[in-house]
């Protein structure tokens, strides 16, 4: 029967290590984690050194988390609101887990159908969600009867708005988060977020709580009842209480420092973590192929039985901890070599605990004794946790990891076989046994015997989390460095212009770095994987040179990652033993990473080489074939690259110095000019130890290189015969790129003769990269790629250093080649170049900010304001004492407030003005309030024309109001009044000024809209919501995804709030609207549930948009992104031109918003307009009389002929409208109206998909509009013609010509007396003569009045000049066209 | 002089070859890494190599002590094994 039990997979958060590698990286470099509490975690006032009160702690040192600490609750399909009202450990403990199992190559599917547990050590101590539980719950009464107990003469209201302040700030608790409040949630969570079906529970056994744990989970396996368990432990946020108790125990270290087994040690530091293992059955595991970390032998715990304290720990019963431990375990207890201790530092604990260490191990081989809480404190529960990944990562490695602040070890440890390191040593034995002690209060004692399994295996470098490839990227664009420091300080990320900014691993502190750059509105490329270009070396005409570098002495490219992720093929001598190895491995690196390239949608616009980069690029160029240069390199065997006895030496100096250190010397040349500080020498090995001599002493670095060959110097010369050969051989193709030579510091030739004489100079010439960068530069290339891995980017940087050019590689040993591959995409985003960073950006879910801190509330200065007037009230206060202290209070706080008013009152500023720019680039989300929407993609947004709704103003003029007077909340607004709309494209930069009256602010847009805005401390209570149910609801005719869908609102997504949609009766219509993330878009999506129900509601006239609102009163701050917000709408009336309702907002049950006489105007739309101007692309404005379309403006109701024009014309033809005068512009836009519907009717007919009248671009010309964009090439021609606000327009694949000519206004000179003999007698016939003339002569280009006759025909058929024309009344015209 | 205080020398030299990139939030310390840490391009490095032999004079020979070093050395290479170098010459 299998005993052993395998660690399969670990994770951890301890302080100073958000995951496994970095807390092994900081155990084995002995880094002390240890750091203050900040007042983020419990309030300065809490720290008193010279105290004993028990409210007071007399250190502050200790182990943390971050403060905050970012959760991805989406990963994990938990609520934002759930996550933020839980608590922090819980969230925490499911991510470890979930790391753990990760770690352990468990997935989903793979658990499914397994038994999987979950046994955490968690103790029962306050944590920030039972303190605001506790807050919300007992502590706001608390502070309410006392308010009341002693001041009895306070206005009860004001004791309501105190608690009720308190327990807003408290912060969230409801239904929704009270079960995470939950202790044992956060084992069960685990098991519920992760599915899985084994028991899971919390144990609590004080410090010893994980390793009983994992003595729960060992057994579990044993007896086969479980295939997995998850164990560890948990202790996060420590409370202030819980400080408490150790500072009145006297546990803490007055010195800060857990100096475990050291003589002056005094005491603990509380540390805070979460540690698991993932376990399985040691055969089960090495069955299944597990990843083994180390294999438990043996577990047994014991209590201390009756000691004469539970305070003191007793050896007895640690001894029968251990004991118990090692027989289960059946281990030689001469092979330990670890003891991970417990180690409190404290006198009495570190003493027990070496005499049961003596007592248990007595003499025997010499073991290290550590203590991890010496770099991380006391993590309590977890404390077992975080000693047993110590130890299993150390028999793992093979690392006796040190210990820290053990200067001078305690005299009895001199005695025993252990000792106390300060520096990690190699733990080599082939047998690597370890134990881990966790002894807790109450005397529960626990002991983990643990084993390697298998050899050590070498730590892989630990990548920090910027050299991740999942690291989070922000990334951010805009017009202007202002306006992306604007984007950047909003929190946003998005947007479009030219200038960009990209962050991985976006820190608040790393985002304040990038800051930085973006002030200064340089370019910052690339140093801490950060990237800003003010505006983009591509975006400004620069190219983009791909550069293959060639063999270098350092060739360790990781490359597994990428094949992974794009499906690829990887290389095969990326771990090359030679130099003909590492010529094949540098060749199909760069075929590889421009194959990954090349996926991302990037491509050069010219290529380059150094040395056998130059092969590459030929092949990348198309130059030569792959399978031609696999066959050269499958011949090249060991020995082809290299020239005995010729050493290379890079020498940091550029070729000037480097010149004249070879002068005089023989059989030595420089073979490289690789950029101003480093040339490569070539030579004799003699001449090069002269030359290397005279470089050191004239101070120049000169490095002889680990390989041997005389490539690009006359000394290869005897050996270019196989190369020519070869290259004779091959069929060699023009480039179908530019790529340019360093030997000659051209472009390659085309012919192959040619090209094959310039590869054998390439191997007998120096290379003269210097002078080929130089070049590339004047020839307009900016960002230079490194196809490879290497130093060309360095030499890049040193050649044009100063001149703006981006110099960056693919691929970099010190990341994952994934990594760089993202970290180029961004630097080519940023530059402007194409890219699609999407394809290497992981997709995350938005983070919640975990607080893992419970400091004092305040309430903000506003409120005691409150409190002093009313306590005024108190002195009528019946009883003496009361009376007298009301009197006392009242007189101290009037004092108070009186001198804190005047003082505010001198102090306040009166007026506040600032600027905004907004375009859609500030603004991304305005994209998506354009009125008129335009095809996917169509790439002018004033076509859209982007406008500030209506609301979004309202929150501009807000936050006005909140600059003049920080800190107080508007609470009412009123005298609204927009002036005109504030369209966003082009850019525009508008005035805000705020002015202070009392409580009363003024604020306006200049120009645009002004409002007054009531200010206050703080909100008001809200009264109930008070709309009665609607009488006879029913379901409004579209629902929530149509309304959008089809158009009945033209916002876009980020402007699309509504969930629900309905139910609705003539007296209103509600909705729910989930909180979009454009500013002020939650009011607008109110106001288009009032807009919809005009649109149900009536047929004509159904477009309206908001003009006013006479009162808006806020209860609370606005709603987050996300929250589904229930909108509630009565009509107060409908008329002709307007519309008004009540509304109200209601935010988890509670009114936030209440509005007042919203007014809508209602804008003249006729159903016809109405489905034009929602659906362009499938209706027209003209009517279709089969040989033409006619447009008579007449028929229709239209708001304006503003919106026809957006509504019909691109931005090109609205300029040459409005450029052709007041009485053109009319008969501009009829005629593009009819001629539009007249090619896209057409176009329809021959099966081409629905067109959108902008995409019917026309020329300017009023008479003979010529059709233009990618339609002037189909051959459609389109004839107008126009007459008192009618047009008709015919499109023909031929040369079309149409008239419309008044009946009763013909001009005579167009008709004789023989054109009348044609009809008989008609009262038209004059019209018909004029109109078939106009047609004739505009097909023959000539006067029609003298040159033509009729010739035949009738009434409906003329034909003039050979032109046979067709007639039809229309009205009081008559249009006339011919057909040919 | 002190270790610490030739470690702020080299700091200052750091400083000055990183230019333009350099920000305050970056520590230069003993077991910062030229490569991982800094980020110190080999080109840069050699910049960095002229400052220090620069200041210390002659009886420092960092040139040729650098030149003597493996490349992986000098890749592995932290400010303190420069610190404790400079001060192996005293």
Same mark, same amino acid.
């Given at each position: 029967?299998?005993?052993?039990?395998?660690?399969?997979?670990?994770?951890?958060?301890?302080?100073?290590?958000?995951?496994?590698?970095?807390?092994?990286?900081?155990?084995?470099?002995?880094?002390?984690?240890?750091?203050?509490?900040?007042?983020?975690?419990?309030?300065?006032?809490?720290?008193?050194?010279?105290?004993?009160?028990?409210?007071?702690?007399?250190?502050?040192?200790?182990?943390?988390?971050?403060?905050?600490?970012?959760?991805?609750?989406?990963?994990?399909?938990?609520?934002?609101? *759930?996550?933020?009202?839980?608590?922090?450990? +819980?969230?925490?403990?499911?991510?470890?887990?979930?790391?753990?199992?990760?770690?352990?190559?468990?997935?989903?599917?793979?658990?499914?159908?397994?038994?999987?547990?979950?046994?955490?050590?968690?103790?029962?101590?306050?944590?920030?969600?039972?303190?605001?539980?506790?807050?919300?719950?007992?502590?706001?009464?608390?502070?309410?009867?006392?308010?009341?107990?002693?001041?009895?003469?306070?206005?009860?209201?004001?004791?309501?708005?105190?608690?009720?302040?308190?327990?807003?700030?408290?912060?969230?608790?409801?239904?929704?988060?009270?079960?995470?409040?939950?202790?044992?949630?956060?084992?069960?969570?685990?098991?519920?977020?992760?599915?899985?079906?084994?028991?899971?529970?919390?144990?609590? =056994?004080?410090?010893?709580?994980?390793?009983?744990?994992?003595?729960?989970?060992?057994?579990?396996?044993?007896?086969?009842?479980?295939?997995?368990?998850?164990?560890?432990?948990?202790?996060?946020?420590?409370?202030?209480?819980?400080?408490?108790?150790?500072?009145?125990?006297?546990?803490?270290?007055?010195?800060?420092?857990?100096?475990?087994?050291?003589?002056?040690?005094?005491?603990?530091?509380?540390?805070?973590?979460?540690?698991?293992?993932?376990?399985?059955?040691?055969?089960?595991? %090495?069955?299944?192929?597990?990843?083994?970390?180390?294999?438990?032998?043996?577990?047994?715990?014991?209590?201390?039985?009756?000691?004469?304290?539970?305070?003191?720990?007793?050896? =007895?019963?640690?001894?029968?901890?251990?004991?118990?431990?090692?027989?289960?375990?059946?281990?030689?207890?001469?092979?330990?070599?670890?003891?991970?201790?417990?180690?409190?530092?404290?006198?009495?604990?570190?003493?027990?605990?070496?005499?049961?260490?003596?007592?248990?191990?007595?003499?025997?081989?010499?073991?290290?004794?550590?203590?991890?809480?010496?770099?991380?404190?006391?993590?309590?529960?977890?404390?077992?946790?975080?000693?047993?990944?110590?130890?299993?990562?150390?028999?793992?490695?093979?690392?006796?990891?040190?210990?820290?602040?053990?200067?001078?070890?305690?005299?009895?440890?001199?005695?025993?076989?252990?000792?106390?390191?300060?520096?990690?040593?190699?733990?080599?034995?082939?047998?690597?046994?370890?134990?881990?002690?966790?002894?807790?209060?109450?005397?529960?004692?626990?002991?983990?015997?643990?084993?390697?399994?298998?050899?050590?295996?070498?730590?892989?470098?630990?990548?920090?989390?910027?050299?991740?490839?999942?690291?989070?990227?922000?990334?951010?664009?805009?017009?202007?460095?202002?306006?992306?420091?604007?984007?950047?300080?909003?929190?946003?990320?998005?947007?479009?212009?030219?200038?960009?900014?990209?962050?991985?691993?976006?820190?608040?502190?790393?985002?304040?770095?990038?800051?930085?750059?973006?002030?200064?509105?340089?370019?910052?490329?690339?140093?801490?994987?950060?990237?800003?270009?003010?505006?983009?070396?591509?975006?400004?005409?620069?190219?983009?040179?791909?550069?293959?570098?060639?063999?270098?002495?350092?060739?360790?490219?990781?490359?597994?990652?990428?094949?992974?992720?794009?499906?690829?093929?990887?290389?095969?001598?990326?771990?090359?033993?030679?130099?003909?190895?590492?010529?094949?491995?540098?060749?199909?690196?760069?075929?590889?990473?421009?194959?990954?390239?090349?996926?991302?949608?990037?491509?050069?616009?010219?290529?380059?080489?150094?040395?056998?980069?130059?092969?590459?690029?030929?092949?990348?160029?198309?130059?030569?074939?792959?399978?031609?240069?696999?066959?050269?390199?499958?011949?090249?065997?060991?020995?082809?690259?290299?020239?005995?006895?010729?050493?290379?030496?890079?020498?940091?100096?550029?070729?000037?110095?480097?010149?004249?250190?070879?002068?005089?010397?023989?059989?030595?040349?420089?073979?490289?000019?690789?950029?101003?500080?480093?040339?490569?020498?070539?030579? %004799?090995?003699?001449? /090069?130890?002269?030359?290397?001599?005279?470089?050191?002493?004239?101070?120049?670095?000169?490095?002889?290189?680990?390989?041997?060959?005389?490539?690009?110097?006359?000394?290869?010369?005897?050996?270019?015969?196989?190369?020519?050969?070869?290259?004779?051989?091959?069929?060699?193709?023009?480039?179908?790129?530019?790529?340019?030579?360093?030997?000659?510091?051209?472009?390659?030739?085309? *012919?192959?003769?040619?090209?094959?004489?310039?590869?054998?100079?390439?191997?007998?010439?120096?290379?003269?990269?210097? %002078?080929?960068?130089?070049?590339?530069?004047?020839?307009?290339?900016?960002?230079?790629?490194?196809?490879?891995?290497?130093?060309?980017?360095?030499?890049?940087?040193?050649?044009?250093?100063?001149?703006?050019?981006?110099?960056?590689?693919?691929?970099?040993?010190?990341?994952?080649?994934?990594?760089?591959?993202?970290?180029?995409?961004?630097?080519?985003?940023?530059?402007?170049?194409?890219?699609?960073?999407?394809?290497?950006?992981?997709?995350?879910?938005?983070?919640?900010?975990?607080?893992?801190?419970?400091?004092?509330?305040?309430?903000?200065?506003?409120?005691?304001?409150?409190?002093?007037?009313?306590?005024?009230?108190?002195?009528?206060?019946?009883?003496?004492?009361?009376?007298?202290? !009301?009197?006392?209070?009242?007189?101290?706080?009037?004092?108070?407030?009186?001198?804190?008013?005047?003082?505010?009152?001198?102090?306040?500023?009166?007026?506040?003005?600032?600027?905004?720019?907004?375009?859609?680039?500030?603004?991304? *989300?305005?994209?998506?309030?354009?009125?008129?929407?335009?095809?996917?993609?169509?790439?002018?947004?004033?076509?859209?024309?982007? /406008?500030?709704?209506?609301?979004?103003?309202?929150?501009?003029?807000?936050?006005?109001?909140?600059?003049?007077?920080?800190?107080?909340?508007?609470?009412?607004?009123?005298?609204?009044? =927009?002036?005109?709309?504030?369209?966003?494209?082009?850019?525009?930069? /508008?005035?805000?000024?705020?002015?202070?009256? !009392?409580?009363?602010?003024?604020?306006?847009?200049?120009?645009?809209?002004?409002?007054?805005?009531?200010?206050?401390?703080?909100?008001?209570?809200?009264?109930?919501?008070?709309?009665?149910?609607?009488?006879?609801?029913?379901?409004?005719?579209?629902?929530?995804?149509?309304?959008?869908?089809?158009?009945?609102?033209?916002?876009?997504?980020?402007?699309?709030?509504?969930?629900?949609?309905?139910?609705?009766?003539?007296?209103?219509?509600?909705?729910?609207?989930?909180?979009?993330?454009?500013?002020?878009?939650?009011?607008?999506?109110?106001?288009?549930?009032?807009?919809?129900?005009?649109?149900?509601?009536?047929?004509?006239?159904?477009?309206?948009?908001?003009?006013?609102?006479?009162?808006?009163?806020?209860?609370?701050?606005?709603?987050?992104?996300?929250?589904?917000?229930?909108?509630?709408?009565?009509?107060?009336?409908?008329?002709?031109?307007?519309?008004?309702?009540?509304?109200?907002?209601?935010?988890?049950?509670?009114?936030?918003?209440?509005?007042?006489?919203?007014?809508?105007?209602?804008?003249?739309?006729?159903?016809?307009?109405?489905?034009?101007?929602?659906?362009?692309?499938?209706?027209?404005?003209?009517?279709?009389?089969?040989?033409?379309?006619?447009?008579?403006?007449?028929?229709?109701?239209?708001?304006?002929?503003?919106?026809?024009?957006?509504?019909?014309?691109?931005?090109?033809?609205?300029?040459?409208?409005?450029?052709?005068?007041?009485?053109?512009?009319?008969?501009?836009?009829?005629?593009?109206?009819? =001629?539009?519907?007249?090619?896209?009717?057409?176009?329809?007919?021959?099966?081409?998909?629905?067109?959108?009248?902008?995409?019917?671009?026309?020329?300017?010309?009023?008479?003979?509009?010529?059709?233009?964009?990618?339609?002037?090439?189909?051959?459609?021609?389109?004839?107008?013609?126009?007459?008192? !606000?009618?047009?008709?327009?015919?499109?023909?694949?031929?040369?079309?010509?149409?008239?419309?000519?008044?009946? %009763?206004?013909?001009?005579?000179?167009?008709?004789?007396?023989?054109?009348?003999?044609?009809?008989?007698?008609?009262?038209?016939?004059?019209?018909?003569?004029?109109?078939?003339?106009?047609?004739?002569?505009?097909?023959?280009?000539?006067?029609?009045?003298?040159?033509?006759?009729?010739?035949?025909?009738?009434?409906?058929?003329?034909?003039?000049?050979?032109?046979?024309?067709?007639?039809?009344?229309?009205?009081?015209?008559?249009?006339?066209?011919?057909?040919? | 002089?002190?270790?610490?205080?030739?470690? +702020?020398?080299?700091?200052?030299?750091?400083?000055?070859?990183?230019?333009?990139?350099?920000?305050?939030?970056?520590?230069?310390?003993?077991?910062?890494?030229?490569?991982?840490?800094?980020?110190?391009?080999?080109?840069?490095?050699?910049?960095?190599?002229?400052?220090?032999?620069?200041?210390?004079?002659?009886?420092?020979?960092?040139?040729?002590?650098?030149?003597?070093?493996?490349?992986?050395?000098?890749?592995?290479?932290?400010?303190?094994?420069?610190?404790?170098?400079?001060?192996?010459?005293?």
């Amino acid at each position: 029967m299998e005993r052993g039990v395998a660690v399969i997979g670990l994770g951890c958060v301890f302080p100073g290590a958000p995951d496994v590698a970095s807390y092994w990286r900081n155990i084995k470099g002995g880094v002390d984690c240890v750091s203050e509490a900040s007042d983020a975690r419990w309030d300065g006032e809490f720290y008193d050194p010279n105290s004993k009160a028990v409210d007071r702690v007399y250190s502050r040192r200790g182990g943390f988390l971050p403060d905050v600490m970012p959760f991805e609750a989406g990963r994990f399909g938990i609520m934002p609101v *759930a996550a933020e009202g839980a608590e922090p450990d +819980q969230l925490l403990a499911l991510k470890v887990a979930a790391d753990a199992l990760d770690d352990a190559g468990l997935d989903r599917e793979s658990l499914a159908n397994q038994r999987v547990g979950v046994i955490l050590g968690r103790g029962g101590y306050l944590t920030p969600g039972l303190v605001r539980l506790n807050r919300k719950v007992r502590e706001a009464g608390q502070l309410a009867s006392i308010l009341r107990e002693l001041a009895p003469g306070l206005d009860p209201a004001v004791v309501e708005t105190i608690k009720a302040r308190f327990q807003d700030e408290a912060g969230a608790y409801g239904p929704d988060t009270a079960i995470g409040l939950v202790p044992n949630l956060a084992a069960s969570r685990i098991a519920n977020r992760l599915d899985l079906n084994g028991p899971a529970y919390t144990v609590d =056994a004080a410090c010893a709580s994980a390793l009983i744990a994992v003595e729960h989970a060992v057994r579990e396996l044993r007896d086969g009842r479980c295939d997995v368990v998850i164990a560890g432990g948990v202790h996060v946020s420590p409370d202030i209480t819980f400080w408490s108790v150790f500072a009145q125990l006297g546990a803490l270290s007055r010195s800060g420092t857990l100096a475990a087994f050291d003589q002056g040690a005094d005491g603990l530091v509380i540390g805070e973590g979460i540690g698991m293992l993932a376990l399985k059955r040691l055969d089960r595991a %090495e069955a299944d192929g597990d990843k083994i970390y180390a294999v438990l032998r043996g577990v047994g715990s014991a209590s201390d039985g009756r000691a004469a304290s539970v305070m003191v720990p007793r050896v =007895a019963g640690q001894v029968l901890a251990l004991e118990r431990a090692w027989q289960d375990a059946g281990v030689d207890r001469d092979a330990l070599g670890l003891v991970e201790a417990h180690g409190t530092g404290t006198n009495a604990g570190d003493r027990a605990e070496l005499r049961t260490l003596t007592e248990v191990f007595g003499e025997g081989p010499e073991a290290v004794l550590g203590s991890v809480k010496t770099m991380i404190g006391h993590t309590m529960p977890a404390a077992g946790a975080a000693g047993l990944i110590k130890a299993v990562l150390a028999v793992h490695h093979g690392v006796l990891p040190p210990s820290l602040h053990c200067d001078n070890p305690r005299a009895e440890l001199e005695a025993t076989r252990f000792s106390v390191i300060g520096k990690a040593k190699p733990w080599s034995s082939p047998q690597r046994v370890a134990a881990v002690n966790a002894f807790g209060f109450g005397g529960i004692n626990a002991h983990v015997v643990l084993e390697g399994h298998g050899d050590a295996v070498a730590v892989p470098r630990a990548l920090k989390p910027i050299d991740a490839a999942d690291a989070l990227v922000l990334r951010l664009a805009a017009a202007t460095p202002e306006a992306l420091l604007v984007a950047l300080d909003a929190g946003r990320s998005g947007g479009e212009g030219p200038c960009r900014l990209a962050v991985v691993d976006p820190t608040p502190k790393r985002i304040a770095r990038a800051r930085k750059a973006v002030v200064r509105g340089e370019a910052w490329r690339g140093r801490g994987a950060i990237w800003f270009s003010p505006s983009g070396l591509v975006s400004a005409g620069g190219k983009v040179a791909w550069m293959f570098p060639g063999i270098e002495a350092q060739f360790a490219p990781e490359v597994a990652s990428v094949a992974e992720h794009f499906g690829l093929e990887p290389p095969v001598h990326t771990a090359p033993t030679d130099l003909e190895q590492t010529g094949r491995g540098v060749v199909e690196l760069g075929r590889f990473l421009d194959a990954a390239l090349r996926r991302l949608g990037c491509a050069p616009d010219l290529v380059l080489g150094h040395s056998i980069g130059e092969w590459s690029g030929m092949m990348a160029t198309g130059m030569l074939s792959n399978a031609e240069v696999d066959a050269f390199l499958e011949a090249a065997g060991p020995g082809t690259l290299e020239v005995p006895g010729v050493l290379f030496a890079a020498a940091g100096c550029g070729v000037g110095q480097a010149r004249e250190a070879i002068a005089g010397l023989e059989d030595i040349a420089i073979s490289h000019d690789n950029c101003l500080h480093q040339v490569i020498l070539c030579g %004799e090995q003699d001449s /090069v130890s002269v030359a290397r001599e005279r470089l050191i002493d004239a101070g120049v670095i000169c490095q002889v290189l680990p390989f041997k060959s005389g490539f690009h110097s006359a000394l290869f010369a005897d050996y270019v015969e196989p190369h020519r050969k070869h290259f004779a051989d091959f069929d060699l193709k023009p480039a179908a790129l530019p790529l340019w030579s360093a030997t000659t510091v051209e472009r390659y030739p085309d *012919a192959p003769d040619a090209i094959r004489d310039l590869v054998i100079r390439h191997l007998v010439e120096p290379l003269r990269y210097t %002078e080929l960068v130089q070049r590339l530069f004047a020839e307009g290339a900016r960002v230079f790629v490194q196809v490879g891995t290497g130093s060309l980017t360095g030499f890049v940087d040193d050649t044009l250093a100063g001149e703006p050019h981006l110099a960056v590689s693919a691929n970099e040993p010190r990341r994952s080649g994934l990594a760089q591959l993202r970290n180029l995409a961004l630097a080519l985003w940023v530059e402007g170049a194409d890219v699609e960073v999407d394809a290497l950006v992981p997709k995350r879910g938005p983070t919640v900010d975990l607080a893992l801190g419970a400091p004092l509330l305040t309430l903000g200065p506003d409120l005691r304001g409150r409190l002093s007037a009313s306590t005024a009230v108190a002195t009528t206060d019946d009883s003496p004492v009361m009376s007298a202290f !009301g009197d006392a209070l009242s007189a101290l706080s009037r004092s108070g407030a009186d001198v804190l008013e005047a003082y505010r009152e001198r102090s306040a500023p009166k007026r506040w003005s600032g600027s905004r720019t907004l375009s859609v680039h500030t603004d991304p *989300a305005l994209w998506d309030h354009s009125f008129f929407p335009q095809p996917p993609g169509w790439s002018t947004p004033s076509d859209g024309h982007p /406008v500030v709704p209506m609301t979004m103003t309202i929150e501009l003029l807000l936050d006005a109001a909140r600059q003049l007077v920080p800190g107080w909340v508007v609470v009412e607004a009123t005298e609204l009044q =927009a002036f005109k709309w504030l369209v966003v494209e082009p850019e525009i930069t /508008v005035e805000l000024v705020a002015e202070r009256d !009392g409580d009363w602010v003024r604020a306006s847009i200049t120009d645009y809209a002004e409002i007054r805005l009531r200010m206050a401390p703080a909100f008001p209570a809200a009264p109930a919501p008070a709309f009665d149910a609607l009488p006879s609801p029913r379901s409004t005719p579209v629902d929530a995804v149509q309304l959008y869908q089809e158009r009945w609102m033209f916002h876009g997504p980020r402007y699309q709030g509504i969930t629900t949609l309905g139910p609705m009766d003539d007296s209103g219509i509600e909705g729910i609207i989930t909180a979009p993330e454009g500013l002020g878009s939650l009011l607008d999506n109110a106001g288009q549930i009032l807009g919809y129900w005009l649109m149900a509601a009536e047929d004509l006239d159904q477009l309206a948009m908001p003009v006013g609102m006479d009162l808006i009163e806020w209860f609370e701050d606005h709603p987050p992104i996300g929250a589904e917000v229930l909108c509630r709408v009565r009509i107060l009336g409908v008329d002709d031109s307007s519309l008004a309702a009540d509304l109200e907002l209601v935010y988890e049950g509670r009114l936030w918003c209440r509005i007042r006489n919203w007014v809508d105007h209602r804008f003249e739309t006729d159903p016809h307009v109405w489905a034009v101007m929602r659906q362009p692309e499938h209706h027209m404005l003209s009517v279709d009389r089969g040989a033409y379309r006619i447009f008579d403006e007449s028929a229709h109701r239209a708001p304006s002929r503003d919106w026809l024009m957006r509504r019909y014309l691109g931005e090109s033809e609205r300029a040459a409208m409005l450029a052709s005068g007041p009485r053109g512009q009319r008969r501009f836009l009829d005629d593009r109206i009819a =001629a539009k519907d007249a090619v896209r009717f057409r176009l329809h007919a021959d099966g081409v998909p629905p067109l959108f009248p902008v995409e019917v671009p026309l020329g300017p010309d009023l008479d003979t509009p010529v059709l233009g964009g990618p339609l002037a090439a189909t051959g459609w021609q389109v004839a107008v013609a126009h007459d008192a !606000g009618v047009s008709v327009a015919r499109a023909s694949d031929g040369s079309g010509a149409i008239a419309l000519v008044p009946v %009763e206004t013909v001009d005579e000179g167009f008709v004789s007396a023989g054109d009348l003999s044609f009809f008989d007698g008609a009262p038209d016939a004059a019209a018909r003569v004029q109109a078939a003339k106009t047609v004739a002569a505009q097909r023959r280009g000539a006067d029609p009045r003298s040159l033509l006759a009729i010739e035949g025909g009738d009434a409906d058929h003329l034909v003039v000049d050979g032109i046979s024309v067709k007639l039809v009344r229309e009205g009081a015209h008559i249009v006339a066209w011919s057909e040919t | 002089m002190s270790r610490e205080d030739t470690l +702020q020398i080299l700091a200052g030299f750091i400083r000055d070859v990183i230019g333009d990139e350099w920000d305050d939030d970056m520590e230069v310390a003993f077991d910062t890494s030229f490569s991982d840490d800094l980020e110190l391009e080999s080109i840069e490095f050699v910049a960095l190599a002229e400052s220090v032999q620069a200041h210390f004079g002659d009886h420092v020979d960092f040139v040729g002590w650098i030149s003597n070093l493996e490349l992986d050395q000098i890749i592995a290479l932290t400010v303190g094994e420069v610190v404790d170098f400079v001060e192996s010459c005293r």
